[in-house]
């Protein structure tokens, strides 16, 4: 999936993407959102909704059989070692 926008990392470590008026942050905590609503809010813009998502068995699944550092699949029964 070829995703358009600005990414970034924040402080905290976690990773963000903002496209088409969406800001998406890979987080598993909410402690790293909030800096990130406190400054949108303090220079004038609007948030509609903040809502976690959680992945999709297909999403764990496609995690767990590529490869980080290359995005390609990994062969059966190797390891990420």
Known sequence: VRRIGVTGTL????TFEIASG???IKTRAAEPVQPLLTALL???????AVRPVRPSLEDLFMEAVTDPNTGKA????ASRN
């Open 11 to 14: 402080a905290s470590g976690d």
């Open 22 to 24: 969406l800001i998406r």
């Open 42 to 48: 303090a220079h004038g813009y609007t948030i509609r």
């Open 74 to 77: 990994l062969g059966p029964g």
